[in-house]
Protein backbone atom coordinates (compact mmCIF):
# COMPACT_ATOMS: atom_id res chain seq x y z
CA UNK A 1 0.00 0.00 0.00
CA UNK A 2 1.49 3.47 -0.77
CA UNK A 3 2.28 6.00 2.23
CA UNK A 4 -0.78 7.55 3.08
CA UNK A 5 -1.08 10.62 5.45
CA UNK A 6 -4.87 12.59 6.82
CA UNK A 7 -3.73 16.02 7.50
CA UNK A 8 -5.42 19.33 8.49
CA UNK A 9 -5.88 21.89 6.04
CA UNK A 10 -4.22 24.48 9.02
CA UNK A 11 -0.52 23.07 8.22
CA UNK A 12 0.79 20.71 6.95
CA UNK A 13 4.51 19.42 5.38
CA UNK A 14 4.98 17.13 2.19
CA UNK A 15 8.36 14.69 2.77
CA UNK A 16 10.64 16.57 0.74
CA UNK A 17 11.77 12.74 -0.87
CA UNK A 18 7.87 12.75 -2.18
CA UNK A 19 8.86 14.67 -5.33
CA UNK A 20 5.06 12.94 -7.10
CA UNK A 21 2.30 13.39 -4.78
CA UNK A 22 -1.62 13.38 -5.14
CA UNK A 23 -4.17 15.22 -3.20
CA UNK A 24 -7.44 13.75 -3.02
CA UNK A 25 -10.51 15.11 -1.32
CA UNK A 26 -9.61 18.30 -0.49
CA UNK A 27 -12.06 20.78 1.46
CA UNK A 28 -10.53 24.28 2.50
CA UNK A 29 -14.44 25.71 3.47
CA UNK A 30 -15.50 22.87 5.93
CA UNK A 31 -14.52 23.27 9.95
CA UNK A 32 -13.54 19.28 9.49
CA UNK A 33 -11.38 20.44 6.79
CA UNK A 34 -8.40 18.14 5.73
CA UNK A 35 -6.39 17.26 2.55
CA UNK A 36 -5.27 13.07 2.03
CA UNK A 37 -1.93 13.07 0.40
CA UNK A 38 -0.70 9.75 -1.82
CA UNK A 39 2.58 9.98 -1.92
CA UNK A 40 3.37 8.04 -5.27
CA UNK A 41 6.77 7.77 -5.44
CA UNK A 42 6.69 5.81 -2.12
CA UNK A 43 3.78 3.55 -3.90
CA UNK A 44 5.77 3.13 -7.12
CA UNK A 45 8.85 2.67 -5.38
CA UNK A 46 6.98 -0.95 -3.58
CA UNK A 47 5.65 -2.09 -7.22
CA UNK A 48 7.42 -5.51 -7.25
CA UNK A 49 7.90 -5.80 -10.58
CA UNK A 50 9.34 -2.70 -12.26
CA UNK A 51 10.69 -4.34 -16.11
CA UNK A 52 8.53 -2.16 -18.26
CA UNK A 53 7.46 1.63 -18.15
CA UNK A 54 4.51 3.16 -15.53
CA UNK A 55 1.58 4.42 -16.65
CA UNK A 56 -0.96 5.76 -15.21
CA UNK A 57 -4.85 6.36 -14.90
CA UNK A 58 -6.98 8.80 -13.66
CA UNK A 59 -10.95 9.39 -14.90
CA UNK A 60 -11.09 12.83 -14.17
CA UNK A 61 -7.81 13.13 -17.08
CA UNK A 62 -4.91 13.69 -15.00
CA UNK A 63 -3.20 10.67 -15.68
CA UNK A 64 -1.98 8.95 -19.41
CA UNK A 65 -5.03 7.43 -19.28
CA UNK A 66 -8.50 8.18 -18.30
CA UNK A 67 -9.51 4.63 -18.25
CA UNK A 68 -7.75 0.69 -17.41
CA UNK A 69 -8.76 -0.46 -20.57
CA UNK A 70 -7.54 1.95 -22.84
CA UNK A 71 -4.15 1.62 -20.69
CA UNK A 72 -4.16 -2.57 -20.91
CA UNK A 73 -4.21 -1.71 -24.86
CA UNK A 74 -1.29 1.04 -24.83
CA UNK A 75 0.67 -0.67 -22.77
CA UNK A 76 3.23 -3.87 -23.05
CA UNK A 77 4.46 -6.92 -21.16
CA UNK A 78 5.78 -6.33 -17.72
CA UNK A 79 4.58 -2.53 -18.18
CA UNK A 80 2.47 -1.08 -14.83
CA UNK A 81 -0.54 0.80 -14.71
CA UNK A 82 -1.03 2.79 -11.66
CA UNK A 83 -4.79 3.48 -10.90
CA UNK A 84 -5.91 6.91 -9.39
CA UNK A 85 -8.68 6.80 -7.15
CA UNK A 86 -11.97 7.01 -9.21
CA UNK A 87 -14.68 4.82 -10.05
CA UNK A 88 -13.96 3.38 -13.36
CA UNK A 89 -17.47 1.80 -15.14
CA UNK A 90 -15.67 -0.42 -17.95
CA UNK A 91 -15.10 -4.62 -18.38
CA UNK A 92 -11.27 -4.88 -19.08
CA UNK A 93 -10.32 -7.70 -20.93
CA UNK A 94 -5.97 -8.34 -20.53
CA UNK A 95 -6.00 -12.15 -21.24
CA UNK A 96 -2.98 -13.01 -22.31
CA UNK A 97 -1.52 -9.36 -21.45
CA UNK A 98 1.30 -9.10 -18.96
CA UNK A 99 0.41 -5.97 -16.92
CA UNK A 100 -0.02 -5.30 -13.92
CA UNK A 101 -2.63 -2.87 -12.34
CA UNK A 102 -1.98 -1.33 -9.19
CA UNK A 103 -4.61 1.13 -7.34
CA UNK A 104 -3.17 4.12 -4.79
CA UNK A 105 -6.04 3.07 -2.29
CA UNK A 106 -8.27 -0.17 -2.71
CA UNK A 107 -11.06 1.37 -1.05
CA UNK A 108 -11.37 4.65 -3.54
CA UNK A 109 -9.79 2.57 -6.53
CA UNK A 110 -13.24 0.85 -7.79
CA UNK A 111 -13.36 -1.08 -11.03
CA UNK A 112 -16.93 -1.82 -11.82
CA UNK A 113 -19.41 -3.40 -14.56
CA UNK A 114 -23.20 -3.27 -14.50
CA UNK A 115 -23.99 -5.60 -17.35
CA UNK A 116 -23.97 -8.94 -15.18
CA UNK A 117 -22.95 -10.61 -18.81
CA UNK A 118 -20.43 -13.18 -18.56
CA UNK A 119 -18.20 -11.88 -21.38
CA UNK A 120 -18.17 -8.64 -20.04
CA UNK A 121 -17.01 -9.26 -16.48
CA UNK A 122 -15.00 -5.78 -14.53
CA UNK A 123 -11.68 -7.95 -15.76
CA UNK A 124 -11.01 -10.85 -17.46
CA UNK A 125 -6.78 -11.73 -16.32
CA UNK A 126 -4.85 -14.49 -16.62
CA UNK A 127 -0.93 -13.33 -16.34
CA UNK A 128 0.38 -10.75 -14.24
CA UNK A 129 -0.56 -8.98 -11.05
CA UNK A 130 -3.46 -6.40 -9.29
CA UNK A 131 -3.31 -5.39 -6.26
CA UNK A 132 -4.93 -2.18 -3.87
CA UNK A 133 -8.20 -2.19 -5.86
CA UNK A 134 -11.95 -2.84 -5.31
CA UNK A 135 -14.05 -4.72 -8.21
CA UNK A 136 -17.28 -5.46 -8.00
CA UNK A 137 -19.32 -7.06 -11.21
CA UNK A 138 -22.47 -5.14 -10.22
CA UNK A 139 -25.91 -5.02 -11.58
CA UNK A 140 -27.21 -1.40 -12.33
CA UNK A 141 -27.38 -1.78 -16.39
CA UNK A 142 -28.41 -5.51 -16.83
CA UNK A 143 -27.92 -7.04 -19.89
CA UNK A 144 -28.75 -10.68 -18.92
CA UNK A 145 -32.04 -12.39 -16.82
CA UNK A 146 -31.63 -12.39 -13.12
CA UNK A 147 -29.60 -15.21 -12.37
CA UNK A 148 -31.95 -17.38 -10.43
CA UNK A 149 -33.29 -17.99 -14.57
CA UNK A 150 -32.26 -21.47 -16.08
CA UNK A 151 -28.59 -19.29 -17.80
CA UNK A 152 -25.12 -19.95 -16.38
CA UNK A 153 -23.36 -16.60 -18.44
CA UNK A 154 -23.12 -14.35 -15.84
CA UNK A 155 -20.71 -12.07 -14.24
CA UNK A 156 -18.04 -12.85 -12.00
CA UNK A 157 -15.68 -10.33 -10.62
CA UNK A 158 -12.66 -11.38 -12.00
CA UNK A 159 -12.43 -14.32 -14.78
CA UNK A 160 -8.83 -15.95 -14.88
CA UNK A 161 -8.81 -18.60 -17.80
CA UNK A 162 -7.12 -18.42 -21.17
CA UNK A 163 -4.50 -21.06 -21.82
CA UNK A 164 -0.65 -20.40 -21.89
CA UNK A 165 2.07 -22.66 -23.47
CA UNK A 166 4.80 -21.49 -21.28
CA UNK A 167 4.30 -21.36 -17.49
CA UNK A 168 2.44 -18.12 -16.62
CA UNK A 169 1.13 -16.75 -13.13
CA UNK A 170 -0.99 -14.08 -12.13
CA UNK A 171 -1.11 -12.70 -8.59
CA UNK A 172 -4.44 -10.94 -6.91
CA UNK A 173 -2.83 -8.99 -3.59
CA UNK A 174 -5.05 -6.55 -1.23
CA UNK A 175 -8.59 -6.54 -2.76
CA UNK A 176 -12.37 -6.81 -2.51
CA UNK A 177 -13.61 -8.63 -5.22
CA UNK A 178 -17.34 -9.03 -5.78
CA UNK A 179 -20.15 -10.44 -8.07
CA UNK A 180 -23.78 -9.72 -7.49
CA UNK A 181 -24.12 -12.51 -10.11
CA UNK A 182 -21.77 -15.02 -9.83
CA UNK A 183 -18.55 -16.25 -8.06
CA UNK A 184 -16.03 -12.87 -7.18
CA UNK A 185 -13.40 -14.79 -9.05
CA UNK A 186 -13.94 -17.32 -11.49
CA UNK A 187 -11.17 -19.27 -12.38
CA UNK A 188 -10.66 -21.70 -15.13
CA UNK A 189 -7.51 -23.19 -14.01
CA UNK A 190 -4.77 -24.37 -16.83
CA UNK A 191 -2.19 -26.37 -17.53
CA UNK A 192 1.43 -24.70 -16.36
CA UNK A 193 -0.56 -21.72 -14.42
CA UNK A 194 0.32 -20.40 -11.23
CA UNK A 195 -2.80 -18.69 -9.27
CA UNK A 196 -1.54 -16.81 -6.07
CA UNK A 197 -4.35 -14.92 -4.31
CA UNK A 198 -2.72 -12.87 -1.15
CA UNK A 199 -5.01 -10.91 1.54
CA UNK A 200 -7.77 -10.58 -0.15
CA UNK A 201 -12.02 -10.51 0.23
CA UNK A 202 -13.74 -12.78 -2.15
CA UNK A 203 -17.46 -12.21 -1.84
CA UNK A 204 -20.20 -13.64 -4.08
CA UNK A 205 -24.00 -11.71 -3.31
CA UNK A 206 -25.85 -14.55 -5.47
CA UNK A 207 -27.31 -17.88 -4.41
CA UNK A 208 -27.30 -20.01 -7.23
CA UNK A 209 -26.01 -20.53 -10.74
CA UNK A 210 -27.13 -23.10 -13.41
CA UNK A 211 -24.18 -25.23 -15.03
CA UNK A 212 -24.44 -26.54 -18.11
CA UNK A 213 -21.37 -28.71 -17.84
CA UNK A 214 -22.98 -30.33 -14.84
CA UNK A 215 -26.45 -30.11 -15.88
CA UNK A 216 -27.35 -28.59 -11.85
CA UNK A 217 -27.65 -25.52 -10.36
CA UNK A 218 -24.58 -24.70 -8.44
CA UNK A 219 -23.73 -23.10 -5.50
CA UNK A 220 -21.67 -19.91 -5.62
CA UNK A 221 -18.88 -18.98 -3.57
CA UNK A 222 -16.24 -16.23 -2.95
CA UNK A 223 -13.90 -18.41 -5.08
CA UNK A 224 -15.23 -21.07 -8.12
CA UNK A 225 -12.89 -22.76 -10.22
CA UNK A 226 -12.53 -26.01 -12.64
CA UNK A 227 -9.66 -27.97 -13.70
CA UNK A 228 -8.20 -28.11 -17.54
CA UNK A 229 -10.74 -29.05 -19.80
CA UNK A 230 -7.72 -30.83 -21.64
CA UNK A 231 -7.52 -33.54 -18.81
CA UNK A 232 -5.09 -35.37 -20.66
CA UNK A 233 -2.25 -33.11 -20.86
CA UNK A 234 -1.82 -33.66 -16.88
CA UNK A 235 -2.07 -31.30 -13.75
CA UNK A 236 0.47 -28.79 -13.40
CA UNK A 237 -1.76 -25.94 -11.87
CA UNK A 238 -1.05 -24.57 -8.97
CA UNK A 239 -3.59 -22.15 -7.10
CA UNK A 240 -2.25 -20.66 -3.26
CA UNK A 241 -5.08 -18.54 -0.93
CA UNK A 242 -3.42 -16.92 2.01
CA UNK A 243 -4.59 -14.38 4.28
CA UNK A 244 -8.27 -14.11 2.03
CA UNK A 245 -11.86 -13.83 3.51
CA UNK A 246 -14.78 -15.59 1.17
CA UNK A 247 -17.75 -15.52 1.62
CA UNK A 248 -21.32 -16.97 -0.58
CA UNK A 249 -24.47 -16.82 0.18
CA UNK A 250 -24.16 -20.81 0.72
CA UNK A 251 -20.89 -21.82 0.35
CA UNK A 252 -17.17 -20.26 0.16
CA UNK A 253 -15.25 -22.15 -2.34
CA UNK A 254 -16.83 -24.23 -5.13
CA UNK A 255 -15.07 -26.75 -7.46
CA UNK A 256 -16.27 -28.15 -10.76
CA UNK A 257 -14.13 -30.64 -12.29
CA UNK A 258 -13.88 -31.99 -16.10
CA UNK A 259 -15.97 -35.10 -15.03
CA UNK A 260 -19.01 -32.27 -14.27
CA UNK A 261 -18.67 -33.00 -10.63
CA UNK A 262 -19.46 -30.29 -8.36
Known amino acids: SPTFRRLTTSSFLIPAEATHVLLQNTNMTSSNSYIEVY ?21 NG ?11 TATSDGDTIVVYPGTYEESVHAFGKDRHIVGICKDTCILTNGTGNYDTPPLEMNIGSIENMTIIA ?7 PDPSENHNHAAYG ?4 YPNADPYTIRISNCKIVSKWSAGIGLGHRYNQTVIIDNCELISECVRIW ?13 FFHNDAASNIGSTGKLRVKDTILHGEKAAIVMESVENKV
Open 138 to 144: DNYAPTI
Open 39 to 59: DIDDMRSKIAKLDGRIVSVDA
Open 158 to 161: IHIE
Open 62 to 72: NGDYTTIADAV
Open 211 to 223: SEWSDIWVQMGGL
